[in-house]
């Protein structure tokens, strides 16, 4: 029944009036969502979407996952907050079972709300750590919203005009389909990658405390570095006794077919980030380092709400679904099949140029001819196959990629009713 709901209009209205602009949408007429299903999305008038997107790598486990609602209802109804001034148990056996699905030593973690406060964490323990205050960050790279994540942002469109923190200096991207040299993989040996090098020497005082890198960079457009990138970058910054810190917020629980997306390289980050699939939708972020980096940040550092009880109950739901029905292997295999969907359209669609990511955080950049950033089109594929019931992204920094990264509990059949809308849709594009 609509009539229960104010509808898309009034919530344009209300947000122009109450909310800050720079909360944008999508979509020239959004719709408004009022009930999720695991792989499904509900709009006012009853009319269902195949969520692609998934909150932006959230709800990997699916919308109101019916045994993480039930761990959250359970807490709410019995212990809601505390503080970590009081001792409860969630928050600890939460951290020992991070401890023991993330990679190599990392082990000690601490606990907070977004992946914003993750990586302002991680850059303070950096710099507690190695007594060194610069970064390195990459182009085309997001990492949140406040002041430093902002600055160590180095995606354009995600950068407010405003002045920067010092002492960040940005590394030329691993973008293959667009390789800042020119080059190709993998005779370029890696020129990005050595650049770091360069650098380090030239660009920085020398003092520099970490490298910030997403092991995929997802609002960046799916830029997927080629194998053996992160080994190199380690070399380069172990050699100036520099922090690896990797950014799994987006990529992290399942969604690139490993639990970690860093996993894909073989690389032990020195610490790690996390947040939004962590909750399912709940707000929780995380970062966690090994012990002899961690245990150097002893003075206070208490999140009034990180590592709730019901947060962290939430959490906790999640990884065991995640673990039971081994969801990166099963995002592993149905990402194989929807690139195979996705490179059969573009043998005959050559506005798609490229294809890439892990599992099922796949892009693809849509270009003119002469290779250009076609985003009005994309724009209008968005919008179409919303009207045909599909949700998606669009990322890149001329937003001209296609972004699927869609719970992973969707099925085979999903993805065939997405492939076979969308060659409709390209069909019809000029
Ligand atoms: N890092 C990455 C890689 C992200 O994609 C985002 C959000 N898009 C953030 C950090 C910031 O996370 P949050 O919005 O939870 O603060």
Redesign the pocket.
């Known amino acids: 029944n609509s009539s229960q709901y104010i509808g898309p209009e009034k919530i344009l209205q209300k947000k122009q009036d109450y909310i800050i602009p720079c909360v944008y949408h999508f979509y020239n007429e959004p719709m408004q969502l009022v009930k999720g299903e695991m792989q499904y999305l509900y709009d006012h008038t009853g009319k269902q979407y195949l969520d692609c997107f998934a909150g ?1 790598s959230v709800v990997n486990c699916g919308h109101c996952n019916p045994e993480i609602t039930k761990a959250i209802c359970d807490q709410v109804q019995t212990l809601q907050h505390t503080c970590t001034i009081y001792l409860t148990e969630n928050i600890v056996n939460l951290a020992e079972r991070l401890a023991q699905i993330t990679p190599g030593r990392l082990q000690k973690t601490f606990f907070c709300s ?4 993750a ?1 302002e964490g991680a850059a303070l323990l950096a710099s507690i750590y190695t007594g060194k205050q610069e970064f390195i960050s990459l182009r085309q790279g ?4 406040t002041k430093l ?1 902002m600055s160590l942002t180095g995606l354009s469109l995600w950068r407010t005009d405003t002045n920067p923190v010092g002492g960040i200096s940005f590394a030329p991207n691993a973008y293959c389909y667009r390789c800042p040299y020119g080059k190709r993989h993998p005779e370029c040996d890696l020129a990005c990658a050595n650049e770091i090098e360069g650098i380090i020497k030239t660009a920085t005082s020398g003092q520099v405390a970490a490298f910030f890198a ?1 092991p995929i960079q ?2 960046g457009g799916i830029i997927t570095p080629p194998p053996g990138y992160f080994k190199r970058v380690k070399e380069i910054l172990n050699k100036y006794n520099i922090l690896l810190i990797i ?1 799994e ?2 990529t992290g629980f399942g969604r690139t077919g490993k639990m970690f997306a860093i996993e894909h390289y073989g690389v032990e980050p020195d610490i790690m980030t996390m ?2 699939a962590l909750g399912n939708g709940v707000p929780v ?1 995380a970062f966690t380092s090994r012990p002899e980096i961690a245990d150097t940040y002893t003075r206070p550092g208490a999140s009034t709400l990180g590592g709730n009880p019901v947060t962290s109950a939430a959490a906790l739901a999640t990884l065991d679904v995640i673990a039971k029905n081994n969801l990166p292997a099963r995002a592993a295999e149905l990402g194989k099949y929807l690139k195979r969907g996705l490179t059969e359209l573009q043998k005959k669609h050559p506005l798609i140029g490229d294809i890439r990511g892990h599992g099922l955080m796949l892009g693809a950049e849509l270009v003119n001819p002469d290779k250009s950033p076609a985003a009005q089109q994309l724009d209008t594929i968005l919008e179409q196959m919303k009207d045909r019931g599909f949700l998606f992204g669009k990322n890149g920094p001329d937003r001209n990629v296609m972004a699927f990264q869609p719970p992973l509990v969707i099925t085979r059949e999903d993805l065939d009713n997405l492939l076979n809308n969308l060659a409709d849709v390209l069909a019809h594009i000029a």
């Open positions: 932006v977004s992946g914003t406060e990586n997001l990492h949140g919203r994540t997403e997802g609002n950014d917020v987006q947040a939004k972020g």
